[in-house]
């Protein structure tokens, strides 16, 4: 769909679509109300009149497969498929291989860009900008400001020209500026570094809405010479139409809602944050560069697009899920001894992945594991749990009900300390530090996983629930005052016959897997919370004697969990009427996608 409005017009077509007339306000009120209806699966929202800013917000554009499915359909995976499977079988070239791959070449020459005279971007042209007409979100109550929460990030390398087109969250700060939220691995932090040290300000254009296949090539982690804009132009399924400005050095997406021109200045930094973020935490206050933004271009009839995050599963989860779907036919020609490779949404991403790999010979799975942990964003990957078997990376239980019955923990457990890390994850000694783990389940079952549990637990300890086969989740006392309680745990003759036990706050995590994988994987750093009943150094490698206990309680120095506030609900709660009054998102749908 080349921009929001067919998108807009089909979701409504097929009842996908709510809006909402009521006044309601974008600071906490609207992200409570959006957040119930992406956790129940409902719509998505339309929101005609929020309280501040001048222009409607709609959320949720992809908060379900099916209306990734409406905006993308099953082309984009097919074009990835056959590109593939041309790249194993092209060489050498033969007539009838060039013939039986003309459809694909076709495909291949509507993919790039197109420069057109005028868009509708440029219909209004703002100068000087009011970013106060935007109706940015506050979305959790420590937040420190309204947010610019779906900013489509445009930068060019000022030295190659190569271009990068990234989701950076965006506070902002006043009428003109914003922070820019570039991380550490992020192509548009990589372009400003090269801009700062040549001490020249780098010109950045945010782009908000625009074709879905838009939205979904910035979030989407491509290796860094490739570019946003040429995966954008495959999902669309033509050339990404361009508009030329006088505002900018930059071209122009024709069919975005708007785009915000300026420069991020070099050795300028500001406070930013906190945000209750993906991770399901608040992520704290940090200096971060600043956005100057010199005008604004937008539709005359322009819709602001946001999105909610906090804990999983929220919209960027779905996002995340058809990323890798599609991407994944990719990993065997970039990394030919990987089968399969699943990062899991509920932990953030990063904080656990999990893969299938080739072990021709012996230890050739941990040459596989190197090479996933050096590329792109996946070096950012805390835990990778790594398998030979042909098994369903998705079916978390059973994928560690495989490995602990096969992990031999003197020989098949790797921590790696002193690494950098994700900038979100606050696990480790200080921000964007801290430690990774591989963890190999390779071969024939090496032990019967034990599944009931009926030994006699500490008298520290307040019960104990089976995760799955050989996982034991044992709640412990609050970290603060029992630091060695996982310690102790470990070599306790109870739980010596579970190869994996979890001490947690509380039981929670035994009762389903996107729990698990939350509570457990953004609570524990490796280096610092894996304990086990021995340990001994061989040949420089640490070699642990199971029991491996995760300490996975909540620790002083820890963000918060990101909550509503008592009075947002409150107010959502009487309002909810008013908001739905024909149609209540929520009827006949039960239960919560949310943790």
């Not at 620790?555 to 509503?564: G, I, L, R, T």
Request: glycine fraction near 8%; charged fraction near 25%; aromatic fraction near 8%.
């Amino acid at each position: 769909m080349r921009s929001l409005r067919p998108f807009l017009d089909a979701l409504r077509a097929r009842g996908d679509l709510l809006e909402v007339e009521a006044p309601v306000d974008p600071a906490l009120e609207l992200p409570e109300i959006h957040r119930r209806v992406a956790a129940a699966g409902g719509p998505a929202l339309f929101f005609r009149r929020p309280t501040s800013g001048a222009f409607p917000v709609v959320t949720n554009l992809f908060g379900s497969p099916e209306r990734i499915d409406l905006a993308f359909g099953p082309r984009p995976e097919r074009f990835v498929r056959e590109v593939v499977g041309l790249a194993k079988t092209i060489l050498p070239p033969t007539l009838g291989k060039l013939w039986g791959a003309r459809r694909l070449a076709l495909d291949a020459l509507r993919v790039g860009l197109v420069t057109r005279p005028s868009g509708p971007v440029l219909d209004v042209v703002e100068r000087p900008p009011r970013l106060d007409t935007l109706p940015a979100l506050t979305l959790w109550p420590e937040d420190g400001g309204p947010f610019v929460t779906l900013p489509l990030v445009y930068t060019e390398h000022p030295e190659t020209g190569q271009h990068n087109l990234g989701v950076y969250r965006m506070q902002i700060h006043g009428p003109t500026t914003t922070g820019m939220h570039w991380q550490i691995g992020k192509g548009g932090g990589f372009h400003y570094a090269a801009a700062e040290a040549r001490g020249e300000a780098l010109p950045a254009t945010v782009f908000l809405g625009g074709p879905p296949a838009l939205i979904l090539a910035a979030i989407a982690p491509l290796p860094e010479p490739v570019g946003e804009l040429l995966l954008a132009s495959l999902l669309l399924g033509e050339r990404l139409p361009m508009v030329r400005s006088p505002l900018s050095p930059h071209r122009l997406v024709a069919e975005a809602e708007f785009a915000l021109i300026g420069r991020v200045p070099p050795r300028v930094r500001r406070p930013e944050g906190p945000f209750g973020d993906h991770y399901g935490y608040y992520s704290l206050r940090h200096d971060y560069p600043v956005f100057e933004v010199e005008a604004i271009a937008r539709r005359r009839d322009a819709i602001y697009p946001a999105t909610v995050v906090g804990k999983p599963r929220q919209e960027d989860f779905y996002i995340g899920d058809y990323l890798q779907a599609l991407l994944a036919p990719l990993f065997p020609l970039v990394m030919p001894t990987v089968r399969d490779l699943w990062s899991y949404g509920e932990t953030g991403f990063h904080s656990l992945a999990a893969a299938v790999v080739a072990d021709r010979y012996p230890r050739e799975a941990m040459a596989s594991a190197f090479r996933i942990l050096g590329e792109g964003q996946l070096s950012l990957t805390k835990v990778l749990l790594v398998t030979d078997a042909p098994l369903d990376l998705t079916d978390f239980p059973g994928l560690l009900e495989h490995l602990l019955a096969r992990v031999q923990w003197e020989t098949d457990l790797f921590v790696i300390a002193n690494l950098s890390m994700d900038t979100l994850d606050y696990t480790g000694p200080e921000v964007n530090r801290g430690s990774k783990a591989i963890l190999l389940g390779l071969g024939e079952a090496v032990r019967e996983l034990p599944r009931a549990f009926s030994g006699d637990l500490p008298a520290d300890c307040a019960g104990a629930a089976v995760f799955c086969g050989g996982c034991l989740v044992v709640a412990g006392r609050p970290y603060a005052e029992d630091p060695e309680q996982a310690a102790r745990l470990a070599r306790h003759p109870a739980v010596a016959a579970w190869p994996l036990v979890v001490l947690a706050d509380d039981l929670a995590p035994a009762a389903s897997a996107p729990r698990f994988l939350w509570q457990v994987f953004t609570r524990f750093e490796p280096a610092a919370d894996l304990h086990a009943a021995a340990v001994e150094v061989r040949r420089h490698h640490l070699c642990y004697r199971g029991p491996i206990v995760i300490d996975a309680r909540m620790k002083p120095s820890y963000p918060k969990e990101v909550e509503p506030a008592p009075e947002t609900v409150a107010l959502v709660d009487r309002r909810w009427r008013e908001y739905f009054p024909d149609r209540d998102p929520l009827d006949g749908r039960r239960g919560s996608r949310a943790i």
